[in-house]
């Protein structure tokens, strides 16, 4: 891979110094912990992923925590990225992990820059998905979240759908994942 990644203590140092609060980098450390076991399960599977990618991209997902804490922390979180000159694999999962992806029209409808936000690498989806069964800084099981979106944005958003499919692509690696379990 010719993009230079920063490393995990280097990652967490952006987040600190981006001004995201404790809270947020232990929400971060704790997606990262869940995505790199993710990651290493498909692996096993005989899967292409890169498991530094995916740890750094998930210390790094919510930078955009350190300016605002609405659904556009994605957007601002790809800015900061972009000024930070990390390469664009992670600025892309920093960009694609809210809910289960933006598509075009829903970028257009919230003022943002219009292109897609739906995850597209195999290493965005772990960090989108790992991200959606971490609330704080503890583990839920998928249906918890499921709940809080349909509650947050109505039974039928599309967002719903999309972490259904999400977590239909990983459900088969869950065996080896104790859903309810706390990750320090």
């Known amino acids: 891979m010719s993009e230079e990644l920063p490393s995990p203590q280097m990652a967490l140092k952006l987040l600190s110094q981006s001004g995201c609060s404790i809270r947020v980098i232990a929400h971060c450390k704790v997606v990262a912990a869940l995505a790199v076991q993710i990651a290493k399960a498909y692996k096993k599977k005989g899967l292409n992923v890169d498991i530094k990618l995916v740890e750094v991209g998930a210390l790094l997902h919510d930078i955009g925590r350190s300016k605002t804490h609405g659904v556009d922390h994605v957007v601002r979180g790809a800015e900061i990225a972009s000024s930070l000159n990390l390469p664009e694999s992670v600025v892309c999962i920093v960009e694609r ?22 995850p597209n690498t195999l290493e965005e989806k772990i ?18 979240t499921l709940k809080k ?4 944005l109505g039974e039928n958003h599309s967002s719903i759908a999309r972490v259904k499919k999400l977590h239909e692509e990983f459900s088969f690696l869950m065996g080896d994942l104790d859903a309810d379990s706390h990750i320090a």
């Open 97 to 118: 992990h809210a809910g289960g992806g933006i598509t075009f029209d829903e970028a257009e409808k919230l003022g943002w820059p219009i292109k897609s936000y739906i």
């Open 127 to 144: 960090v989108t998905y790992a991200d959606k069964l971490v609330e704080g800084s503890r583990r839920v099981p998928v249906e918890r």
């Open 149 to 152: 979106l349909s509650r947050d």
